[in-house]
């Protein structure tokens, strides 16, 4: 989530919640979430405690160590910058960290399709 759009907080927190629901059973698990700090701040995400299930996909750029909004206690992955380069692609793309433990595979659920 990046923007309102001129929609009120509490109307977008509950059709975050209504849209997360329908994703969640189309795909048969929790989806994650991609914010940022200061959108989490402006939408108040603290006040909405069902999203610290939620894997946490945090944008937060220009730091030492991104910031984890409420009410999640960690993120899984922290995009760090929007400036990054890659042979072959024209133009800046944006550089991610995944935030895993040493046994990533012991914090991940891997389902069979």
Do not use: K, N
Not at 27 to 32: A, P, S, T
Not at 50 to 73: I, Q
Not at 79 to 99: A, E, F, W
């Amino acid at each position: 989530m990046e923007t309102r759009d001129g929609v009120s907080v509490p109307t977008l927190r509950r059709r975050l919640i209504a849209c997360l629901r329908r994703i969640d059973r189309a795909i048969g698990d929790l989806c994650g979430i991609y914010i940022s700090p200061s959108f989490a701040a402006e939408i108040r995400t603290q006040y909405v405690p069902a999203l610290a299930s939620r894997p946490l996909w945090v944008a937060h750029w220009a730091v030492r160590e991104p910031h984890v909004p409420a009410p999640w206690s960690h993120a899984t992955i922290w995009q760090y910058t929007s400036l990054g380069r890659v042979p072959g692609i024209t133009g800046r793309v944006d550089r991610d960290r995944v935030l895993l433990p040493p046994d990533p595979l012991a914090a991940i659920r891997l389902r069979s399709r």
